[in-house]
């Protein structure tokens, strides 16, 4: 069984910096796409960002491009999620993915095929 656990969210000041991990289990994870969204308080599920199965290929959302970054590290099974310019509207539980379908666009759950989910990390970004 696959098991994703994410790590790195708190409070930050507005236009501070956090660095999201999501560490892996299971040798196929360097198989697969992952994914990040995020869920606010008493909001929809947001696709924050995808990259392929090597890390050679990303997209991200327009709410964070420029801003955020997704990378990836198969040899210590990995994946992260780089947040920079942080704004009070990305305060939200972050969730990580496995993907069976990469899509290099804006993507539902349905969409990327996305499984095997981790319980999130709280961001909370003061004004």
Known sequence: QVQLVESGGGLVQAGGS???SCAASGRTFSSYPMGWFRQAPGKEREFVAAISWSGGMS???DSVKGR???SRDNAKNTVYLQMNSLRPEDTAVYYCAISFRFRTTT???SE????YWGQGTRVTVSS
């Open 18 to 20: 956090l660095r999201l």
């Open 59 to 61: 997209y991200s959302n």
């Open 68 to 70: 955020f970054t997704i």
């Open 112 to 115: 990327g095929k996305y499984a």
């Open 107 to 109: 993507q539902t759950v």
